[in-house]
Every structure is written in C-alpha cells, then in structure tokens.
C-alpha cells in the first residue's frame, strides 16, 4: 500500500527517500550527508525511523550516513510469501546495497537483527569494514532466556497465534517496542504513528512473523531456524579482527548484558562494553549519547 | 466454538482470508494437533473435506488446509470468515474476538508446555481485550 507520508511522521523524519533493486526486490534507504560511510541497520519490527535521531548528528560530525530498510519493512517492498526473508537474503541484499553505491571502508551499525545480517556481510567481506558498532543483538545458536521462553515470546510467534498478534493485532509496534524501552514518556502516540504507518495491513506485517520465527532455540527445532547460518558466523567472530565498539543496555531484557561481555571476549578488537540505562531499542532511550560514543570511537581509530 | 457440517459448498457467502498460517509445522506439534483432531490425510488436499466452525458470535469460518509437496501435510491453514452475500466485513475487534475462541480451543488442544495460561497472560500483556487477567 502506498501512502503519503503524514506530517506527524514527516515532522520527525524529514529525509528524502531513495530506492534501488536489490536482488529483484525495491529497497528503501536514506542516504545523507558526505564523508566516511556509517550504515546504520536496524531489526525487526522497525525500519530507518529507529535512527531519527542518529542522522543529523552524525552528519553533523562529518559523515554520510546510509540506512537501508530491511525487505519486508518500513519503506522497502514487503512481498506476501515467505521466500524473501532468510538471514542470507538480507544479507546478500545488504551486499547489493553497498555494492551498488560503491561503499567502501564503512562502519557498521547493528541492532537486534542487524547483528547476524551485518556480521554476516563483515565475515564475507572483512576489507571492506573499517569498524563496527553493537547494540543488543547476538550472533550466537544458543537461546537467551526470553527467546526460549514460552510467555510472551514464543507463545507471540507460534504457529497461528503469531500471524493473530503480530500480522492482525500488530502486537510488536502498538505494545513491543513500548515494553522495550526504559524511557516510555518518550514513546508517544507520534512515535509509535512513526513506527505503525508503513505497516498498515495485516499483509504488509509478514516479516513481523518471519523474523521471531528465524531466531535459534539451540539444537532445539533447529530446521525451522537461521541455526546454521548463525552457527556459521559464531565460528568466525573470533577471527573478526575489526574494531568494535559495544553499547548495552544494562537492563535489556532480550538480549541480557552478559551478551555484551561475550562480544567483548570473542571478538579480537573489541573495546571494553559502555552500559546505558536502556532495554532493547536502545536506539530510543540513548540516541545522543550513542552517537557521542560512535563518533569518539571512530575519530580515535585515526589517531 | 464449535465445529459444524453443511451438506453443500454454502452457496450465497463470499469467504473473506482472516487469518494465513504458512508455517503450522514451525512448532511441529501445532501440526500434528491439526492432523489428529480433524483426522486429516494427505490426500484432503484433493477433494477432501470442507472444515467450518461457528464462533459463540453465530459467525461461521471456514479453515483451509494447505499442502505443500516436499512438506509434511498440513504445512499451512487459512481461515476464512463467511459472509453473506455483499454484507460488510464486520469490523477487526469482532473478528479478532472469534479468533481467539480458536486460539484457546487449539492450545488447549496441542497442550503440553502450550498452556492457555501462557495464551491470556500473553494476550493480557499485549493488551488483546478479550485475554483475562492472568492469576498472580
């Protein structure tokens, strides 16, 4: 369905939309500003409006910022079957991005799924990733304690109940994302509208099912999962010998902090994790120091 | 809900698609709890029968069964509202509320570490309005 962008979002959101075809599919990104490439990637269930507040400061400092939206969110195309939404899809579609606006040496962002999709393309293509930033994510086939528990969240995605809560009742946007935040005054009515309005109809919502339902439960129901795939990069993360910098919440319930203390012992250049008093899209609760961070991070990988 | 029979293909409604599940063998008891309880073979996807239930509103469904080759059968289901004639849709809180009489009458079904407790106090937590407030 297309729709116009409503004032409510464009007032916080006020990029110019670009598209390309990656892998047969019409890929949505925002692309602003000019210097050194940072990719800001987000998971599931956003889209590029997770980083709002991101873009003008880190152009601000310098940078040009690329944020695509994953193929069955946000802005992207969002085809109605489930053949478009495996881990090496979005991968690969990631690939074709950079590839086609001929990014080199950029620096990852990744939170939530963009953590197995981007880490994924570094183990692929280590030369052309000059750094890496990791906000509550995993790359790893063993489960966390919310994951594998059966309320709420794999009660959420379970065969029938999953298109019910989350394709006909939306349940991750209009509750979700406000139950992983700290800072819930700062979801209001215009920021959810931000976040719901691409995804309007129940067969707009498809990936909002298809991505829980990839997450490894360990050996268990590992044919149904990204098991391999993710069990492919844990092996390669200690040989990732990119710079990384880590930033958590200490309260994340999804991914608990403990997940930053293993990134930090895994991979080989990693500084020390940064905890902030935030849940899972910290994206929300820490923008302006996140990006302090990233940019005090990447000035002093040139010193 | 119940499950019911109709003679004919129930000539005179149009079905509208409510509910897709592609993935039923995702939690592969889910399937298996489909297959016993309707006693479904193979072979249904070629003329097999039709499944309808009546929700406690007096709204009837439809469930298709997909098959797929190169997966177990029924890899998928499809719930389809019943409406008469060119009558409108009702609106989605009253569809939702039938749906999730079929929601319990499943859990309840599949069992197990599938509790109907973990399905309200889900719903609850996700502000479904018709889930009850799980017991403390």
């Known amino acids: 369905m297309v729709t116009e962008m409503p004032p409510i979002v464009r007032d916080q959101y006020p990029f110019q939309a670009h598209y390309l075809k990656v892998n047969g599919r019409i890929m949505h990104y925002v692309d602003e500003g000019d210097g050194e490439p940072i990719l800001?990637?987000?998971?599931?269930?956003?889209?590029?409006?997770?980083?709002?507040?991101?873009?003008?400061?880190?152009?601000?400092?310098?940078?040009?910022v690329v944020s695509p939206d994953l193929i069955g969110l946000g802005r992207s195309e969002k085809p109605c079957n489930d053949y478009y939404n495996s881990l090496l899809h979005h991968t690969s579609n990631l690939d074709q991005l950079l590839t086609k606006l001929g990014l080199k040496n950029v620096t990852l962002v990744m939170q939530d799924w963009a953590g197995p999709i981007g880490l994924g393309y570094a183990i692929r293509r280590r030369e052309n990733v000059r750094a890496m930033l990791l906000m509550s994510t995993w790359a790893w086939t063993d489960v966390s304690p919310f994951h594998s528990s059966i309320f709420?969240?794999?009660?959420?995605?379970?065969?029938?109940?999953?298109?019910?809560?989350?394709?006909?009742?939306?349940?991750?946007?209009?509750?979700?994302?406000?139950?992983?935040?700290?800072?819930r005054d700062r979801m209001t009515e215009e920021v959810i509208e931000g976040y719901r309005f691409h995804m309007q109809s129940y067969d707009e919502r498809g990936a909002f099912l298809r991505f829980p339902r990839m997450i490894p439960l360990g050996e268990k129901n590992k044919e149904n999962t990204a098991y391999d795939i993710i069990k492919q990069i844990?092996?390669?993360?200690?040989?990732?010998?990119?710079?990384?910098?880590?930033?958590?919440?200490?309260?994340?319930?999804?991914?608990?902090?403990?997940?930053?203390?293993?990134?930090?012992?895994?991979l080989p250049r990693a500084e020390k994790?940064?905890?902030?008093?935030?849940?899972?899209?910290?994206?929300?609760?820490?923008?302006?120091?996140?990006?302090?961070?990233?940019?005090?991070?990447?000035r002093s990988l040139k010193e | 809900m119940r499950w019911i029979k109709f003679e004919d293909k129930l000539p005179g409604y149009r079905r509208e698609l409510v509910l897709t599940e592609t993935r039923l063998d995702h939690y592969d008891e889910f399937r298996?709890?489909?297959?016993?309880?309707?006693?479904?073979?193979?072979?249904?996807?070629?003329?097999?029968?039709?499944?309808?239930?009546?929700?406690d509103s007096g709204r009837i469904y439809e469930v298709v069964f997909v098959g797929k080759t190169g997966r177990p059968f029924p890899c998928g289901l499809e719930i389809l509202l019943l409406v008469e004639d060119i009558e409108p849709l009702p609106e989605d809180d009253e569809i939702d509320k039938d749906l999730w009489e079929f929601l319990r009458w499943m859990i309840a079904g599949v069992g197990g570490e599938w509790t109907l407790d973990a399905l309200e106090s889900t719903g609850y937590l996700y502000r479904v309005p018709f889930a009850r407030r799980p017991v403390k």
């Open chain 1, 40 to 64: 800001l990637l987000h998971g599931n269930p956003t889209w590029t409006f997770l980083y709002r507040k991101f873009i003008p400061i880190l152009v601000k400092a310098g940078y040009r």
């Open chain 1, 234 to 266: 844990e092996e390669q993360l200690p040989r990732l010998d990119i710079p990384a910098l880590i930033i958590w919440g200490e309260p994340d319930d999804v991914f608990p902090k403990e997940w930053a203390e293993r990134f930090y012992e895994i």
């Open chain 1, 152 to 183: 709420p969240w794999r009660m959420m995605h379970a065969p029938v109940v999953g298109p019910y809560f989350l394709q006909r009742r939306n349940a991750l946007t209009e509750r979700g994302l406000w139950l992983s935040v700290v800072n």
């Open chain 2, 32 to 55: 298996q709890f489909f297959r016993r309880e309707l006693e479904l073979q193979p072979g249904d996807v070629d003329g097999g029968n039709n499944h309808y239930f009546r929700a």
């Open chain 1, 273 to 298: 994790p940064i905890y902030v008093n935030a849940k899972h899209f910290i994206q929300e609760d820490e923008p302006e120091f996140i990006c302090r961070e990233l940019i005090r991070f990447l």
